[in-house]
């Protein structure tokens, strides 16, 4: 079954409103990726955690990496119409790169 | 950054053909590729690692027959999905480490519709 389990499945906010995903893997992960997906278009790579625990930022979009390296979240603040698509995490398990469920994201103006 | 193209992009065929999909890496050398499965709003299935001069390595549930993977160089992978069925409908996208990470790059991915 799935291993990389993500909520929520959906959300849609208005413009300017906060957004979160949360990701949570079955096993313990060497890092955890992110990737997001437009409508119509293939992932691309936004970033990746290593560390326990760490925190990087892109702009307005946040990126965590839990303590026990199960877990993982993905935070924009002030959402923008840019931003619509699904949100996807992603870990190697073992060597393979196993996705998480998403988070499709809808931003209202 | 390292680019991933497939081709097509887009293509229909009738139940019981076969259809091959290319994917190349253009700017970087792949002695690994992964191919995925995508349904409609649902989240990317893991079908199979290819692997350059070697068998391809196929995830439970995913019928080796059926998806022929050929490795054939450092920078193409194809996959031919023999005697398709309008389940085998689906997107289909390649990707490939690239740079020091493990980061994947894709290629824009192949809309496979059976009739």
């Known amino acids: 079954g799935q291993q990389v389990m993500q909520i929520p499945q959906y959300q849609h906010v208005q413009e300017g409103e906060d957004f979160t995903t949360y990701c949570n893997s079955s096993?313990?992960?060497?890092?955890i990726q992110w990737y997001k997906q437009r409508p119509g278009g293939h992932p691309v790579f936004l970033i990746q955690?290593?560390?326990?625990?760490e925190v990087k930022k892109q702009k307005r979009l946040t990126f965590q990496f839990g303590e026990a390296k199960k877990n993982s979240s993905l935070h924009i603040t002030a959402t923008q119409t840019t931003d619509v698509g699904t949100y996807f995490c992603?870990?190697?398990?073992?060597?393979?790169?196993?996705f998480g469920t998403g988070t499709r994201l809808q931003v209202f103006p | 950054g390292a680019v991933v193209s497939q081709h097509p992009s887009r293509v229909i065929c009738k139940s019981g053909t076969s259809v091959k999909i290319e994917c190349r890496s253009l700017?970087?050398?792949?002695?690994?590729m992964f191919w995925y499965r995508q349904f409609p709003k649902q989240s990317l299935m893991l079908m199979a690692t290819?692997?350059?001069?070697?068998?391809?390595?196929?995830e439970q549930g995913v019928e080796k027959d059926k998806f022929l993977i050929n490795h054939a160089s450092l920078t193409l992978s194809t996959l031919t999905v023999t005697s398709a069925h309008p389940e085998d409908s689906s997107f289909y996208i390649c990707?490939?480490?690239?740079?020091?990470?493990?980061?994947?790059?894709f290629g824009p991915g192949t809309r496979l519709t059976v009739t």
């Open positions: 990707s490939a480490p690239a740079g020091t990470t493990d980061e994947q790059y």
């Open positions: 700017d970087f050398q792949a002695t690994t």
């Open positions: 290819s692997n350059e001069g070697s068998k391809a390595t196929y």
């Open positions: 955690l290593v560390k326990s625990g």
């Open positions: 096993t313990t992960l060497s890092n």
């Open positions: 992603a870990g190697p398990i073992p060597d393979k790169l196993i």
